[in-house]
């Protein structure tokens, strides 16, 4: 069909395939993104010159350059020494950048992938350099074996797969979030560091998703009739040139994730172009035996050609693998429980437990004090009441939330920021209403024991700064080394 005349293809579709039918609307499809591929060749060529590498000792910035890395088809990759903070990074720069377009193109790569450096599973940028008319990315340097690298031996364990594709679906679901689509998901971008953190690598081609962020960056950078992506990885909408969103990107985590467990590409071929077009391979039989339940599920839907019938968002496939390694491991991957922040918040939920009692001991020592006799019998009975009960009442509560909390943290630290968010207000209002009891109670005796007034109302001050100011702070700090923690091991 490519070598018949743009004239005559029409006539040749309607013998084939009639004038109406799916198969012809394919095949036009198919045609038309080869013709993108022909004409974005025919662009390369008129603006591709080889740079030269650059030699050893160059200086490129703060940064000294080692060694050629690698080069592709885009870019050219250098190994290079931070002379400044003294740390190995990398030096990444578009064969193109000298090419208004393809410069652009690169600042964005920055822009974009910076807003992920924060990130355990996202290499981290460390800035832009000018350097004439060049233009380079610096970047971590990121050691380890690449998914490819391992599975040159075979698929991997499930547990090691299905760890990887936790922190994988995380590190997606970090970027959708910012309004980032990678498009190049690939067992060469997905890199296992020494200490078994797994880092999804090279946003270079990302694309904003302009459903997801309004910004001020140019959405679209892209050549005209260019075909973005490895072909053997790429949605079927991006091999078409059709709009990408998200789903995309989880159209090619789940062939990655179809390597993972079996070893071989869905398709048969990792490097036909329009492998995403046709049915992929069930997942073999004696394969699906060892898989947890529903893993193949999750790899079918991923695998959907129709992107509305593949998952929504990465956070919702994150938490279907999360929930599938659980039920196969029975276990839960180890936290960070003794870390500072940790445990200086639990620390404090049971010491505000104990300091709230003794406050309330205290109260019921001073009831023989309370001036009953200026008071009606019915009116001293409210007073006792108020001043007393109503104070036990709510210390017996602070505790049952607080001690709630610690077991949360201790057995289900992953359920802990939606736990503490909800009890959150419960606790203000517990201990702001507890804090002006006790200085009620210290008032009542105040004209015949004033130090006892002074130690209560100072205690009422102190559980409401503990209240207010301390334990936000702690919680906060806590659960924001829960969640790295997490994050970092996958769980």
């Known amino acids: 069909m490519l070598e018949t005349p743009p004239e005559r293809r029409h006539a040749v579709l309607d013998q084939l395939c009639g004038p109406q039918s799916e198969a012809r609307r394919e ?12 004409s974005t060749a025919t662009l390369r060529a008129s603006v591709d010159v080889e740079p030269p590498a650059l030699a050893p000792g160059t200086r490129i910035g703060n940064y000294r350059v080692e060694r050629e890395l690698d080069r592709g088809g885009m870019s050219i990759i250098y190994l290079a020494h931070d ?17 208004v377009r393809f410069r652009t193109r690169l600042e964005q790569e920055a822009r974009l992938a910076a807003r992920l450096s924060g990130h355990p599973n996202i ?3 460390y800035g832009l350099v000018h350097e004439g008319d060049d233009l380079y990315i610096a970047q971590e340097l990121v050691e380890g074996v690449t998914l490819r690298q391992k599975l040159a031996t075979g698929p991997l364990p499930v547990s090691e797969a299905l760890d990887a594709a936790v922190a994988i679906a995380g590190a997606m679901a970090a970027a959708h979030a910012a309004g980032i689509v990678h498009r190049d998901l690939k067992p060469e971008n997905i890199m296992w560091v020494p200490n078994g953190t797994v880092k999804v690598l090279d946003f270079g081609i ?11 960056l140019t959405p679209a950078l892209t050549l005209p009739g260019e075909a973005i992506g490895t072909p053997g990885y790429a949605s079927p909408e991006q091999l078409l040139g059709r709009p990408i969103d998200r789903r995309s990107d989880i159209f090619s985590f789940g062939i990655v994730l179809y390597e993972m467990l079996t070893g071989r590409h869905p398709f048969g071929d990792s490097a036909r172009y329009a492998a995403a077009l046709d049915d992929p391979q069930p997942v073999p039989a004696d394969v699906v035996s060892l898989l947890p339940q529903r893993l193949p599920e999750i790899v079918d839907r991923c695998l959907q050609r129709a992107p509305e019938r593949r998952y929504d968002s990465a956070v919702e496939l994150e938490r279907e693998i999360r929930d599938t390694r659980g039920k196969a491991t029975g276990v839960r991957a180890p936290i960070a429980l003794s870390s500072d922040a940790v445990w200086w918040w639990r620390f404090h939920l049971f010491a505000a437990t104990a300091v709230n009692a003794l406050v309330v001991l205290a109260l019921w020592h001073l009831r ?11 009116t001293a009975d409210l007073v006792m009441v108020v001043a007393f009960f109503v104070p036990l009442a709510l210390v017996c509560l602070n505790g049952v939330l607080r001690f709630n909390l610690a077991f949360t943290v201790r057995h289900h630290p992953d359920r802990v920021q939606k736990q503490y968010r909800h009890l959150d207000r419960w606790l203000r209002s517990v201990d702001g209403t507890f804090a002006g009891l006790t200085a009620l109670g210290g008032l009542l005796v105040a004209g015949d024991h004033p130090s006892w007034t002074t130690l209560l109302i100072a205690c009422a001050v102190c559980i409401v700064t503990a209240a207010f100011v301390i334990e936000p702070n702690t919680a906060d700090a806590a659960v924001e080394s829960l969640r790295t923690s997490r994050a970092r091991t996958g769980a």
């Open 206 to 216: 990302a694309k904003l998703d302009a459903a997801a962020l309004e910004t001020s």
């Open 368 to 378: 023989q004090w309370w001036p009953e006799w200026r008071l009606q019998p019915r």
């Open 83 to 99: 002379t400044t903070l003294h740390r190995p990074a990398v030096l990444k720069t578009s064969r193109f950048s000298r090419d």
């Open 27 to 38: 095949i036009e499809e198919l045609v038309a993104a080869a013709d993108r591929v022909f």
């Open 123 to 125: 290499g981290v940028i």
